[in-house]
């Protein structure tokens, strides 16, 4: 958790030299010096020759290395020849090579682990990238007709493992970003771009028989992309997220989508085939990674899922009309409390009949579209910054104290039932409270249930319930709630009082 892959880093140099690199100035040698220099801020090892010509700068046999964490391998990225031409508006055309390998090599991670080497191409037509503006506020604009990284070769221990065996391949079509970015004390980057349709395309083969074989395909279409964020000037280890964080690396960034589907199909004479099917109508992924915590905010629209198995007679297939994901979380210690979220949510989600009739088969249950929300936020007191490996090693006991925590909402509403939840308690701090690392909560959370004494039945009625088991359900209800105002209603008060009571519905539990 505290480190980036620097795979995934090597992986996104080729669009972020074009899209998010920082040149101090206008003039050819100092737009490369200053390439340079933020390369190495990453650290990349960077060699090159630079040969000038007049007022503009030809840089050839460009070679950027990163050594990864612990010994576990290096990457290089071979970039050929980049010439940066003087334009008569003063701005600085930077040509690039149509092609571009990138080598990473190093080994599995496991004890008695092989070896590894694979080189990948990226690969561009169409393409002009521009520096204008001035060294204070310097915009970029990139576009390409088209854009490609495919697997050129790979290597297993002394194994060369062909195109026959594994290929991938991600393409896209009209890529067209601007960044503007500002130099102070930190690199400030502001990026904005959008992709017109992209495409994977991933096979793996058995490699003890050959006959299985597994592929992966699918579309993207309407990305949209957008970022922020602040850089710092120094040279820090990129692959340690807890450094750089306290050097003052701040980012955001957002992409979204209009469509798109996947496709997975296993091919397997023996034990026989395996098909997933998958569109949706859009979605966005956003991120944030600073000083004040990682945040995740993910969200996917009109979701349909179809699965072939062989030997059924018809596929599965699930649907829902929105899904989501988000996370809040602190990483740096502070006396200060911080705020932190969890939140999913899966709304109308449906399944086909088939599914149905294999545990309700008479059709009992009613089928109406079921859905999931859970919103929950809060804040806590972090006793160490979580992303240090060396602090965390040491930790003894719970990394913070929870000091408050809010129940914004909380539905399940399936089979004709739902369960409905909010409330919000603070937590006093003492030691020797009910909650370990919190102590006593001080406040309120409040439940209601419609429709389960009639869910109940029908379970035990279809033979998925022992009777005995729903008896012992509804004394629990019993306990904890009480009739609400409709009929096959419950609703629950559950009261925590500052003397460490707990009160159900004003009966006191605890």
């Known amino acids: 958790m505290s480190r980036f892959s ?3 880093l090597g ?5 972020s030299l074009f899209c998010q690199a920082a040149f101090a100035d206008l003039t050819p040698s100092e737009v490369w010096g200053d390439w340079k220099a933020y390369m190495l801020q990453m650290g990349y090892q960077v060699s090159a020759t630079e040969t000038a010509n007049g007022g503009d700068l030809s840089v050839s046999n460009i070679d950027l290395s990163f050594s990864m964490p612990e010994g576990e391998g290096t990457m290089n990225m071979a970039l050929g020849t980049i010439d940066f031409n003087q334009n008569s508006d003063g701005s600085v055309a930077i040509i690039l090579p149509s092609v571009m390998p990138i080598t990473i090599s190093g080994n599995d991670g496991l004890e008695d682990g092989e070896d590894f080497n694979m080189v990948l191409n990226y690969s561009q037509t169409g393409h002009a990238l521009t520096a204008s503006g001035s060294a204070e506020a310097l915009t970029y604009a990139y576009d390409t ?5 495919n697997l050129a070769q790979m290597r297993v221990g002394d194994d060369m493992i062909d195109r026959e065996h594994a290929n991938a391949e991600i393409s896209g079509v009209d890529f067209t970003s601007t960044t503007v970015v500002t130099l102070g004390d930190m690199r400030q980057y502001d990026q ?3 992709i017109g349709a992209m495409a994977y395309d991933m096979f793996v083969r058995n490699a003890e028989n050959g006959d299985a074989v597994a592929e992966i395909t699918g579309t993207v279409n309407g990305v949209k992309i957008a970022g922020k964020g602040s850089i710092p000037l120094t040279a820090v280890d990129s692959t340690d997220l807890a450094a750089m964080l306290g050097s003052g690396f701040d980012v955001a960034g957002t992409i979204s989508y209009g469509g798109g589907s996947a496709n997975f199909d296993l091919k397997d004479p023996q034990n026989g085939n395996f098909v997933v099917k998958s569109t949706s109508n859009g979605g966005d992924f956003g991120v944030k990674v600073g000083a004040n915590g990682l945040a995740y905010d993910l969200a996917q629209r009109d979701l349909n899922i179809g699965i072939t198995v062989e030997g ?6 699930f649907n829902m009309a929105e899904s989501g994901f988000n996370l809040l979380m602190p990483v740096s210690k502070s006396d200060d409390p911080q705020d932190f979220a969890l939140g999913m949510k899966m709304a109308d989600f449906t399944m086909s009949d088939m599914i149905w009739g294999i545990f309700d088969p008479m059709g009992q249950l009613p089928r109406d579209p079921a859905s999931v929300l859970l919103d929950i936020s809060g804040t806590l007191k972090l ?5 240090n490996p060396d602090v965390v090693e040491d930790m003894v006991g719970a990394p913070g104290e929870v000091q408050s925590l809010r129940l914004g909402a909380l539905l399940v509403s399936a089979a004709g039932a739902r369960l409905d939840g909010t409330g919000d308690v603070a937590f006093d701090g003492n030691p020797a409270g009910m909650v370990p690392g919190a102590g006593n909560p001080v406040g309120e959370m409040n439940f209601a249930v419609a429709g ?9 009625d279809m033979g998925l319930l022992p009777a005995d088991q729903a008896m012992g359900a509804r004394m629990m209800m019993g306990l904890f709630a009480v009739p609400g105002e409709a009929p096959d209603t419950l609703k629950s008060k559950i009261e925590f009082t500052p003397e460490g009571q707990i009160l159900a519905n004003g009966q006191r539990i605890r």
């Open 145 to 149: 007709d088209t854009f490609a990284m």
């Open 312 to 317: 059924m007679p018809m596929p599965f297939e």
């Open 6 to 8: 620097p795979v995934a």
């Open 452 to 460: 389960g004494n009639a869910l109940l039945d029908k379970l035990v």
């Open 192 to 194: 904005t771009g959008s």
């Open 383 to 387: 006793l160490v910054d979580v992303l």
């Open 11 to 15: 992986l996104a140099v080729p669009l």
